[in-house]
């Protein structure tokens, strides 16, 4: 996983330096990255799909780790904070 990863990230770069930050220019560099960035993102779902197959496997047994899972998932951050709405009168 971490070796695709950094294969991502250095084609990355590699799309940086010598394309003037246009990814698109050459195809072979664009369809490289979409292949690595695919693979990647494949690996990270399966990832996240096995430890959630574990952790449902051994809910009976361990039921303080999917609750742990669980409020992990309830809480979330505010990235828009309240609207202040000032009167014109």
């Given at each position: 996983?971490?070796?695709k990863?950094?294969?991502?990230?250095a084609?990355?770069?590699?799309?940086?330096n010598?394309?003037?930050?246009?990814?698109?220019?050459?195809?072979?560099?664009y369809?490289?990255?979409?292949k690595?960035?695919?693979k990647?993102?494949?690996?990270t779902?399966?990832?996240n799909r096995?430890?959630q197959?574990?952790?449902?496997?051994?809910?009976?047994?361990?039921?303080?780790?999917?609750?742990?899972?669980v409020?992990?998932?309830r809480?979330?951050k505010?990235r828009i904070?309240?609207?202040?709405?000032?009167?014109p009168?």
């Amino acid at each position: 996983m971490m070796c695709k990863v950094h294969r991502l990230f250095a084609v990355w770069l590699f799309a940086l330096n010598t394309l003037n930050s246009n990814l698109t220019k050459d195809v072979k560099v664009y369809r490289e990255y979409r292949k690595i960035t695919n693979k990647v993102r494949k690996c990270t779902r399966d990832i996240n799909r096995n430890e959630q197959c574990e952790i449902a496997k051994n809910a009976k047994d361990n039921p303080k780790k999917i609750w742990n899972y669980v409020n992990g998932k309830r809480k979330c951050k505010d990235r828009i904070g309240n609207l202040d709405y000032i009167n014109p009168d």
